[in-house]
């Protein structure tokens, strides 16, 4: 079985500033991917990056990135010069190759953006 | 491109009641996927489709259960509703697997049991 923790219910950060979302895992199966969405308050999820298990480098889309450290079974997403609108709900997730698109989620942090 | 569209977007039901909600995938995709989200369990896999078939199911009781048809369009269905199937349920489409990453989600529809 999958397990994914996030441990911050909610994180506040200043408009511009980096912020750091933290996500463990826990899967005893080789090849997995790690997903980051982003949930505003009309409900739609939205993707906003992808690692694969596998991958040497760690993934970069835009302003976000994901710090992943395979050993520590942690994929952290890294938001750098935050906007107001990203305030929003966002998701950890991972699913196992093969498994089609069954994916297990965290339980979400609620970011919010100040001025 | 159109996106994920799912339907009704909201509808209240009482207890013992049956429903039905709609999933149209994006033009070209195969998988659907449908997820329950709720403020106490959080966002839990139910099932999947891919070509008209199931390929993954949840740990969700029988009365929930789904089809998918052969435009890919999908619906699921739960009967004898209970209080605490009230919840957000998202659909999620995607060309086969996860290869690139991406689920596209739909904006939900948002089950009210009283």
């Known amino acids: 079985a999958q397990k994914i923790t996030q441990t911050q219910p909610g994180m506040f950060v200043q408009e511009k500033e980096a912020v750091t979302l933290d996500c463990t895992y826990d899967t005893s199966d080789p090849s997995y991917g790690l997903f980051w969405y982003k949930q505003p308050s009309s409900g739609e999820m939205i993707f906003l990056i992808y690692q694969g298990s596998y991958d040497q480098q760690n993934a970069t889309e835009g302003r976000y990135s994901l710090n992943f450290q395979k050993a520590r079974k942690s994929a952290n997403l890294v938001i750098s010069a935050s906007q107001l609108g990203d305030s929003a709900m966002y998701f950890c997730a991972m699913g196992i190759t093969g498994g089609g698109n069954k994916l297990t989620f965290g339980t979400g942090t609620q970011l919010k953006v100040e001025l | 491109k159109a996106g994920v569209t799912q339907t009704p977007r909201y509808l209240i039901k009482t207890r013992g009641q049956q429903v039905t909600l709609s999933c149209s995938p994006i033009s070209g995709h195969r998988s659907v996927s449908w997820y329950q989200q709720t403020p106490g369990q959080g966002l839990q896999f139910l099932f999947e489709?891919?070509?008209?078939?199931?390929?993954n199911k949840g740990n969700f009781p029988g009365r929930f259960s789904g089809r998918q048809f052969s435009n890919s369009r999908s619906e699921m269905n739960v009967s004898t509703l209970e209080l605490g199937d009230s919840a957000l349920y998202l659909c999620?489409?995607?060309?086969?697997?996860?290869?690139?990453?991406?689920?596209?989600f739909g904006e939900g529809s948002r089950l009210t049991v009283l």
């Open positions: 999620a489409s995607s060309p086969s697997g996860w290869n690139t990453g991406e689920l596209f």
């Open positions: 489709y891919f070509s008209e078939t199931q390929r």
